[in-house]
């Protein structure tokens, strides 16, 4: 049982896990940085410790701090989030060794998966289809080049610690394979602390669909649906919605079943996302995402779950308590990521004083924020300062819906993207369902 736990992370999603604990009567212990400091969301949790200065790399991410704190504030489990060190094996195995819960699937799980070219053996392993590329990572020029023969150009060279859209390059010759490699690979170092990297076809107009999974430590495997993520910015997701508007009902249920096979296989429980791409009626697996994901409230709300809650009681050793007939989906959902980013700087991140913030409200809206008026947005950390959700019957009512949020929004003093949702959402294509992972990128060209 878990009765006292550590939030190791910030933010939103910080305080959607006090909000969690809150509901379970479990005490709350968040830790933050300098930077983080007189945030309003710090106080709604039983006890907040400061864990060093802005920077993530002597706060959020230091292992040994992390692990003092919650030593020193006696929690019995730790929420790592997502980012930060939330798939971070390493920390998963420390945590266990000083006796804490770590929120998420074992160690070697998170090992195996987060390797993204090891789980794509595995995926094909479990029969479920990969996009055709190299069997793990490429270690050489010659290597690379042959598979891109094999497979044809374009192809994509992605890193295999990879993550949020970063360390990836499209080639679409063998120059351009060839000088890609040389930068993904130092991009990979850079970023990851790894430099290896493997080559894929480049699929060029794909949906990115994915499926939510609920896994208990019995070895039990439920799905709770997809989301499409294919409204994106240079490969980082920016509007989610459930269901997919653009994939036909036999692919959701072939989609489904190869998710928790796959979970079942690399014996995964907690909460956790297995990635498709789909394309001219096929799917194919890309990645594991083994952590709660910024759009973990898009099946919350089409399915009435609380995946929060679930990974909390699951991390305790309590079973599903649910059969996969027993899921039942509700309405349409959509999810807007707010980020601090200036339009007219390329959506450079625009952190600053909020001045002003109206929050919208009503029937069937959801927000899921840390920020208010004399919020400040600090640089050192992701853009992202909330989402805004709907959820209705039907599609056509859920942009409605989420057309009126969006106007009714206001933030002042810093720059955001929410002028670019209200230009996506009453866009005719959007509107039809009928975008790939291209559309933002071209809507943004024209
Ligand atoms: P990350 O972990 O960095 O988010 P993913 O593997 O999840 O990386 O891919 C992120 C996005 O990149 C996908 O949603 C998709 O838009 C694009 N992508 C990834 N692999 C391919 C591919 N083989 N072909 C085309 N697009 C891809």
């Known amino acids: 049982m878990i009765s006292r736990l550590l939030i190791a992370n910030r933010g939103e999603i910080a305080l959607r896990i006090i909000r969690a604990c809150r509901e379970l009567d479990i005490e709350s212990v968040v830790v933050y940085s300098t930077a983080d400091a007189g945030s309003p969301y710090l106080e709604l949790a039983d006890e907040a410790i400061c864990i060093g200065p802005g920077p993530s790399a002597q706060s959020y991410l230091s292992i040994p701090t992390i ?9 019995d489990a730790v929420h790592p989030g997502y980012g930060f060190l939330s798939e971070n094996a390493h920390f998963a195995e420390v945590c266990r060794a000083n006796n804490i819960e770590f929120i998420g699937p074992d160690e070697e799980t998170i090992r195996r998966v987060g390797d993204k070219a090891e789980a794509k053996l595995a995926a094909r392993a479990a029969g479920i289809p990969v996009v055709e590329g190299s ?71 794909p949906r990115h669909v994915e499926i ?54 690399v014996g995964y429980h907690g909460a956790g996302t297995v990635e498709f791409l789909y394309e001219k009626k096929k799917f194919y697996f890309i990645e594991v995402n083994a952590r709660i994901q910024v759009e973990h409230p898009v099946s919350e709300l089409v399915t009435g779950i609380d995946l929060v809650k679930e990974q909390i009681r699951l991390a305790g050793g309590a079973p599903l308590g649910r059969k996969q007939q027993q899921i039942v989906f509700r309405g349409h959902a959509i999810e807007c990521r707010i980020n601090a980013e200036d339009p007219d700087r390329h959506f450079a991140p625009s952190p600053g004083l909020i001045t002003h913030l109206i929050a919208p409200g009503g029937p069937g809206v959801r927000v899921d924020s840390h920020v208010a008026t004399g919020s400040r947005v600090p640089p050192h950390y992701d853009s992202m300062i909330g989402k805004l959700l709907v959820h209705a019957d039907t599609r056509a009512e859920a942009i409605t819906r989420m057309r009126r949020a969006l106007d009714e929004y206001r933030i002042e003093g810093i ?12 866009n005719a294509y959007f509107e039809r369902g009928e975008y790939t992972t291209r559309f933002l990128d071209e809507l943004l060209s024209t």
């Open 135 to 205: 069997d793990g990572p490429v270690t050489t020029d010659d290597e690379a080049l042959a598979v891109a023969h094999r497979v044809g150009y374009p192809v994509l060279i992605k890193a295999v610690s990879g993550g949020g859209g970063r360390g990836m390059r499209v080639a679409h010759n063998d120059i351009s394979l060839q000088a890609g490699l040389q930068t993904a690979r130092t991009e990979a170092e850079a970023a990851f602390g790894d430099s290896s990297v493997y080559v894929e076809k480049y699929l060029e107009d």
């Open 67 to 75: 692990i003092s704190a919650a030593e020193i504030a006696n929690v």
């Open 415 to 426: 720059k955001t993207n929410l002028g670019l949702h209200r230009r996506i959402l009453r």
């Open 212 to 265: 939510q999974i609920l896994g208990d430590k019995q070895g039990n495997v439920i799905h709770l649906g997809e989301r499409d993520c294919s409204v994106q910015r240079r490969h980082q997701k920016v509007i989610e919605e459930s269901p997919s508007p653009g994939i036909p009902n036999d692919i959701r249920i072939k989609m489904g079943r190869a998710a928790v096979k796959l979970a079942k296989q």
